[in-house]
């Protein structure tokens, strides 16, 4: 049972590197996201996927880039890393929208990234 | 946008007590969640409520979604060590997406 797999676990960048977050899912779920959570912020929603070739932004895009080419990935690509990046990355899949009965989020065990 | 104010931060604990936490929003909502994280992992779907007034159960875990559809509450009752973790309310209305509390640390002495 793999459900939501995300690699690296860890990550430490140089300010204006670049790098990928890779997340992909066995559960042949239509929806994916991309969050990141600070301490005492909760999660934010930086993009989001309703199916294979459609990305929309969420709350905090800036600075990140999605794609969607399969059911299965949705890669997380930060292009000039920042401080203000450090934080700690989820990727989750739902079968359907949330806020329905098949909006169930399933995470993944997260990336935890430091731009240094 | 929509917010949501979860309270209290953290919590400390003797085990066997039982443990309240809310989320209040400024705006209504139609799904309220809660989700446990532990640390190191991911959240994790603990109940989830569809209807205001709705008061639902998982084991020792109760929640109910507020009359005003503004809030939630989340109880657990006799607390036990493996209940230690960040607890996030989420919320849902309209053609928002789901937004998240700034989470509840539990932490829990033996």
């Known amino acids: 049972n793999a459900g939501v797999t995300q690699t690296p676990k860890f990550r430490i960048l140089k300010i204006g590197q670049s790098m990928t977050l890779q997340c992909t899912q066995d559960?042949?779920?239509?929806?994916m996201y991309w969050y990141r959570q600070d301490p005492g912020m909760g999660l934010k929603l930086i993009y989001y996927s309703v199916g294979a070739g459609i990305t929309d932004k969420g709350e905090v895009p800036n600075g990140y880039n999605v794609s969607r080419s399969t059911t299965e990935d949705f890669p997380l690509r930060l292009e000039l890393a920042a401080p203000s990046q450090t934080s700690v990355y989820f990727c989750?899949?739902?079968?359907?929208?949330?806020?329905?009965?098949?909006?169930?989020?399933?995470f993944g065990e997260g990336s935890r990234l430091t731009v240094l | 946008g929509q917010q949501l104010n979860q309270s209290p931060q953290s919590m400390f604990i003797q085990e066997g007590e039982d443990v309240s936490m809310n989320c209040t929003s400024s705006?209504?909502?139609?799904?309220w969640l809660w989700y446990k994280q532990d640390p190191g992992e991911g959240p994790v779907l603990l109940i989830a409520l569809y209807k205001a007034g709705e008061l639902t159960s998982n084991g020792r875990l109760t929640a109910q979604f507020g009359i005003t559809r503004k809030d939630s509450f989340l109880n657990i009752s006799a607390s036990i060590p493996s209940d230690v973790g960040i607890y996030f309310c989420a919320g849902q209305g309209g053609a928002q997406k789901l937004v998240f509390g700034q989470g509840t640390r539990l932490t829990i002495n033996p």
């Open positions: 559960m042949n779920h239509n929806y």
């Open positions: 989750a899949s739902s079968p359907g929208a949330t806020g329905g009965a098949s909006g169930e989020l399933f």
């Open positions: 705006s209504i909502f139609n799904t």
